[in-house]
């Protein structure tokens, strides 16, 4: 399948808005890196042109925008020192982790890359925010169908190929099955990991999933 957004390339990924595209990211299509360039240049030249001051823009010769500042050797020295000694030590690192997991304990949600979050009262899980229009339709599914259901906040313990200890706090838990659900448009390294030390009855639905369930 080619790519939706510049129809050349081979599709090797689902955006989170279901599309499927040539890269990981949309943003970094080439058709679409082109588009945003282009908007970018006009805008700056409009800028530019009106005598609006651009912070951290130059007009070059060729009439495209250089972004950024060269800074002289001992300006680069001058930063360069100032950032000595402001590494997080291991005290640092210990209480900025019991302050998250203390945020995440009074009900903190962190959001899901570019996905804004949507409020949503159900007449089941009460009122909830959810990442995108996937689980809003899939809670939407759980209202229609009577399932017994939450908005999961629980946070799960598991270890990176680095080592590192990382929480995972699947997107929907079923009161009656027993069951956590994640919702998901394609899978990573790192998914597979923190699905495989998962000890829980788990059900991950991607798009095929939920076009099965007449959810999309």
């Not at 930063?79 to 304990?105: A, D, W």
């Not at 570019?114 to 007449?123: L, N, Q, V």
């Not at 990442?131 to 009577?146: C, I, Q, R, V």
Request: net charge positive; aromatic share 12%; glycine share 6%.
């Amino acid at each position: 399948m080619k790519c939706e957004y510049c129809n050349i390339r081979e599709s090797r990924y689902i955006t989170k808005n279901g599309k499927h595209c040539c890269e990981k990211n949309y943003q970094s299509c080439p058709s679409i890196k082109e588009k945003n360039s282009k908007a970018l240049t006009e805008s700056l030249k409009i800028q530019y042109d009106s005598g609006k001051r651009i912070s951290h823009f130059k007009k070059i010769n060729d009439g495209s925008f250089w972004k950024g500042r060269k800074h002289t050797e001992s300006t680069k020295e001058k930063l360069s020192n100032s950032l000595i000694g402001r590494t997080m030590n291991e005290e640092f690192k210990s209480k900025r982790s019991e302050e998250m997991k203390s945020r995440y304990l009074n009900g903190w949600e962190n959001s899901a890359g570019r996905t804004k979050k949507i409020k949503y009262t159900s007449r089941i899980a009460g009122e909830v925010f959810l990442d995108g229009m996937w689980e809003l339709k899939t809670a939407m599914y759980f209202d229609e169908n009577n399932i017994n259901w939450v908005r999961n906040k629980k946070r799960f313990n598991y270890v990176d190929s680095n080592g590192t200890k990382r929480t995972y706090c699947p997107d929907f838990y079923l009161i009656d099955d027993d069951l956590f659900v994640e919702i998901k448009g394609y899978e990573t390294e790192l998914d597979r990991m923190k699905w495989g030390q998962f000890t829980e009855n788990l059900e991950v639905w991607y798009k095929t999933n939920l076009k099965d369930k007449k959810i999309i």
